[in-house]
Structures are given as structure tokens and as C-alpha cells.
């Protein structure tokens, strides 16, 4: 660790098998916070290369107890990095009923709050989503439902070796970014929305090291790490190795302007409001901006070859039904589930 560490600050990028070693010191009981620490802080300074984010991920995914089998390949998540403190309600969970209702199977990664007022896990938790499953149940929501919750703290319990170290830095280290990469599934396609506007072609290329054939990163109007209709939204599609960068207005795909602070959320009780009034049709911003991030995901998945066609399956989605039934089977199936154990 002190090799790889002293390479690091002298301002040297470790190679993939270097971040992988590292990895495995930095969730081995054996190494010490303060190493730990310097590490983080070490790599933060320097700035991290995708070489060094792809081994961390690789490492995580490698200890996982839920890594599931390469059957769910058709699989697609939609989860943010969080962290743009823009206290929105949960667009991309809402989000992930919708794509699902389009046919796409969804295995969506997600946590408690961190930097948010309400996290994914939470707004679940209080629509009656259980959140901790076994590697065989998660699979079987999977394969009868479309979609399925995977909560981070289930899924990699080794994230608390470094949750002290983290919380006592106080400053974004890496693991700021990895938390949409994580995803156990072994997924081909992605969307994935990052609060750093800078690290969108950084983040294609550690999805394509990973193996998606097609992923969208977005960083929307007011440095949202999910689309906004705010204004102009930045994105990068990763499409079978090649990247291309592109800006989307929401005028674009004949969706009205609307500010952020229209969309914000509030605890998991209303934020859950929020989610079911969409999925039940009800009209506005929360909808406009969930049509806008559900049509992203569409598109990311390849389902749709336009935004604007992917804007209208979404729509499809909520209008037949078909989305609220993904949250209404998932409530079923997970708790009956847990009733038979």
C-alpha cells in the first residue's frame, strides 16, 4: 500500500491491476483509516483516470455476495451518482418504473439518503418495498417482474470498510462516482447521471471497460446529475466503443422549460407522492421531468433510436398503465416473498 500510495502523490496514475491491489488493501481490516485516508485524498488531488475507477469497480463487483449470472445480460440501471444538491424528488426510481413499463428489464441500483433528503431505498421503503434480498430472490424479481431494487448496502457490505475513512475526510473521493457502476448485474446497456460535468467522457470509458455496449451519461441544466428541463443538458453516448458528445434542450423533444426548484422533494412520505401521482398519470413537471430522464433511458438501452421516440414509449408507459404495475408487482412479489421465508 505505501508503494502505491507514494506513486499516487507523486501525481502518478496507477494502472488497472495497481488500483485493483489497492482496492483490496483499502477493504482489508489489516489497513490502517490513516492509509486509507491519505489514499483517498491522494487520488482526489491527482485526479482519477478511468484505469483507476474501472479497479476499484472491478474489486467491489468481485466481493459482491449478489453478483448475478449473465442471464439478466438484457438488463439496464438508471442510477445517479447523487451529490448535485439540487434536493429533487427521486426522478430516477420513478423513472425506472417507466422504462421498465416500456419492456426493458430494470435491475435498479440505489441507497439511502447521502446527499439528498430522500434516497431511493427510502421512498421504496415507505411505498412497502422491502430492500435486502438474497442472490436467488433478487434474480427471480428479476426474471417475473422486470424490475428489481438492489440495495447498495446489501449489495456490497464490504463499503463500510471505507465509510468511516469517508465521512472523516469530509471532501468527494472516488467513491462519489462509483456508486452507479457497482451494479452486481452484468448489464449491456446504462444510464448513468453524474453531478461533475467534467467527468462524463471519463465515466463512457469506464462503462465500456466494463463491458456496456451502449450507455448515455448525462449532467443536466444546473449541474443535475439527472436531464433537467431546466435548460441545456449535457450528455455523452457510448455506443458499441465509440463516445459522442452532444447538448439536449428539452424544447428539443417538445417538452416545456421548467425550472429546478419546481422539482423539488421532500421527505420519503411526500417524495413517494410524488413517485405514485406520476406513475397514475397526473400531469405537470414532475411528470414532464420523468418523461424527459425515462426517455433517456429508453434511448440509452437502445430500445428507442431517438430521444423524442423514447420520450413518447415513456409516455406509452405511464398512460397505459403498464409503469405503475412494475411498482404495484414489485410491492406484491417482494412481500410475498418475505412471507414465505
Known amino acids: 500500500m505505501k508503494t502505491l500510495l507514494k506513486k499516487v502523490m507523486e501525481k502518478e496514475d496507477l494502472t488497472l491491476t495497481e488500483m485493483e491491489e489497492a482496492a483490496r488493501f483499502i477493504f482489508s481490516e489489516e489497513t490502517s483509516d490513516i492509509a486509507i485516508g491519505a489514499f483517498l485524498a491522494a487520488l482526489k488531488t491527482k485526479g482519477e483516470t478511468v484505469d483507476e475507477i474501472t479497479g476499484l469497480v472491478n474489486v467491489l463487483l468481485e466481493i459482491s455476495p449478489l453478483a448475478l449470472p449473465d442471464e439478466l445480460a438484457g438488463a439496464m440501471d438508471n442510477c445517479g451518482t447523487g451529490g448535485d444538491g439540487s434536493q429533487s ?37 415507505h411505498l412497502g418495498v422491502p430492500l435486502e434480498f438474497t442472490r436467488p430472490e433478487t434474480y427471480a424479481i428479476l426474471k417475473q417482474n422486470g424490475i428489481a431494487f438492489l440495495f447498495a448496502p446489501n449489495v456490497h457490505p464490504a463499503m463500510k470498510r471505507a465509510m468511516k475513512v469517508r465521512r472523516e475526510l469530509g471532501v468527494p473521493t472516488i467513491f462519489n462516482v462509483i456508486g452507479p457502476l457497482t451494479n452486481p448485474v452484468k448489464l449491456t446497456s446504462q444510464l448513468m447521471g453524474t453531478y461533475r460535468r467534467d467527468s462524463l467522457e471519463t465515466m463512457a470509458g469506464v462503462l465500456h471497460k466494463l463491458g456496456r455496449k451502449r450507455s448515455l451519461i448525462v449532467n443536466g441544466a444546473g449541474y443535475m446529475d439527472e436531464a433537467s428541463l431546466a435548460g441545456e443538458n449535457h450528455l455523452v453516448l457510448l455506443d458499441r466503443g465509440e463516445i459522442m458528445k452532444f447538448t439536449l434542450k428539452p424544447e428539443e423533444v417538445n417538452l416545456p422549460i421548467v425550472e429546478n426548484d419546481l422539482i423539488r422533494g421532500g421527505d420519503a412520505k411526500e417524495n413517494a407522492e410524488i413517485l405514485r401521482s406520476v406513475l397514475e398519470g397526473n400531469k405537470g413537471p414532475h411528470r414532464d421531468t420523468v418523461l424527459l430522464n425515462a426517455g433517456l433511458g429508453i434511448f440509452a438501452n437502445g430500445k428507442a433510436d431517438t430521444v423524442q421516440k423514447g420520450v413518447e414509449l415513456a409516455r406509452e408507459s405511464i398512460d397505459s398503465g403498464a409503469a405503475l404495475a412494475k411498482l404495484e408487482n414489485l410491492i406484491s412479489i417482494s412481500n410475498n416473498m418475505k412471507q414465505e421465508v
Open 89 to 125: 424528488f427521486n426522478i430516477s426510481t420513478t423513472s425506472a418504473f417507466v422504462i421498465a413499463g416500456a419492456g426493458i428489464t430494470v435491475a435498479k441500483h440505489g441507497n439511502r439518503s447521502i446527499s439528498s433528503k430522500t434516497g431511493s431505498a427510502d421512498v421504496l421503503e
